[in-house]
């Protein structure tokens, strides 16, 4: 509105005229009239109210269409991140395939109401499928994190109960069951596969802690054969010297 601030930008017009060398207050009185009705008329002027309105439809729709496609566009690649990672895909997952050909039409439509509702409707179903893949990845990860520790205990051939028959096997099992990548099969088998890799940690560990106090042991004992040694030759020596001194 044309309210007491909005003066300022016209009023002043006036106050350089009055206050400039030479004061010519009729000019000022002139520029700020013409600039005052220049305002006046852009505000009212039917057409450039129905432009600036046009401007701001337009602004507004842009804004929604940019909205939308953003959030179109998110889900869309979410959807093909999880499809890409195609060994921890369900079995039947034609769904979502179709799910990410649908959206990626409505994207070329560039229709924003459209648009918001299938990246609604489309959330869900991503939600589960993200859920699946994860569920998949973490069993896949257990099982392969056994596997590794299994297999580095195994070779350590000079710290092994004499039989390794029984883990042996549980190896190859592991390895069959990672193979069949089943989500449910391989959490399990991960899980009842913890305690028994665990029980031949133990036994390892215990195996080694003995070899290397029975290494310090041989040790301190060559050791004390060593400074026997020595004190014996010194011993020698100085006996030596002291006769040596009598004569």
């Given at each position: 509105?044309?309210?007491?601030?909005?003066?300022?930008?016209?009023t002043?017009?006036?106050?350089?005229?009055?206050?400039?060398?030479?004061?010519?207050?009729?000019?000022?009185?002139?520029?700020?009239?013409?600039?005052?009705?220049?305002?006046?008329?852009?505000?009212?002027?039917?057409?450039?109210?129905?432009?600036?309105?046009?401007?701001?439809?337009?602004?507004?729709e842009?804004?929604?269409?940019?909205t939308?496609?953003?959030?179109?566009?998110?889900?869309?690649?979410?959807?093909?991140?999880?499809?890409?990672?195609?060994?921890h895909?369900?079995?039947?997952?034609?769904?979502?395939?179709?799910?990410?050909?649908?959206?990626?039409?409505?994207?070329?439509?560039?229709?924003p109401?459209?648009?918001?509702?299938?990246?609604?409707?489309?959330?869900?179903?991503?939600?589960?499928?993200?859920?699946?893949?994860?569920?998949?990845?973490d069993?896949?990860?257990?099982?392969?994190?056994?596997?590794?520790?299994?297999?580095?205990?195994l070779?350590?051939?000079?710290?092994?109960?004499?039989?390794?028959?029984?883990?042996?096997?549980?190896?190859?099992?592991?390895?069959a069951?990672?193979s069949?990548?089943?989500?449910n099969?391989?959490?399990?088998?991960a899980?009842?596969?913890?305690?028994?890799?665990s029980?031949?940690?133990?036994?390892?560990?215990?195996?080694?802690?003995?070899?290397?106090t029975?290494?310090?042991?041989?040790?301190?004992a060559?050791a004390?054969?060593?400074?026997?040694?020595?004190?014996?030759?010194?011993?020698?020596?100085?006996?030596?010297?002291?006769?040596?001194?009598?004569?």
């Amino acid at each position: 509105g044309f309210e007491k601030r909005a003066h300022k930008t016209h009023t002043q017009l006036f106050d350089r005229a009055v206050q400039g060398t030479p004061k010519d207050p009729v000019r000022g009185i002139i520029e700020m009239m013409k600039s005052t009705d220049a305002y006046l008329w852009d505000q009212t002027d039917p057409v450039r109210i129905a432009e600036r309105a046009e401007v701001a439809r337009q602004a507004e729709e842009a804004r929604r269409l940019r909205t939308a496609r953003s959030g179109l566009d998110r889900e869309v690649d979410r959807l093909s991140g999880l499809l890409a990672a195609k060994s921890h895909l369900p079995s039947a997952s034609s769904s979502y395939t179709q799910l990410l050909s649908d959206a990626r039409k409505v994207q070329g439509r560039n229709n924003p109401t459209e648009m918001v509702a299938f990246s609604q409707s489309m959330t869900p179903s991503i939600d589960v499928l993200a859920a699946i893949v994860d569920r998949h990845k973490d069993a896949e990860t257990a099982l392969k994190g056994q596997i590794a520790r299994l297999d580095g205990l195994l070779a350590q051939e000079d710290h092994l109960p004499g039989d390794t028959s029984e883990y042996d096997t549980l190896l190859t099992d592991a390895k069959a069951e990672l193979s069949r990548s089943e989500t449910n099969s391989m959490s399990a088998f991960a899980s009842s596969m913890k305690s028994k890799v665990s029980t031949l940690e133990s036994q390892v560990d215990k195996s080694r802690s003995a070899a290397a106090t029975m290494g310090f042991l041989k040790g301190a004992a060559a050791a004390a054969v060593i400074l026997a040694i020595l004190a014996f030759v010194a011993i020698k020596r100085r006996r030596k010297a002291y006769f040596a001194q009598l004569k």
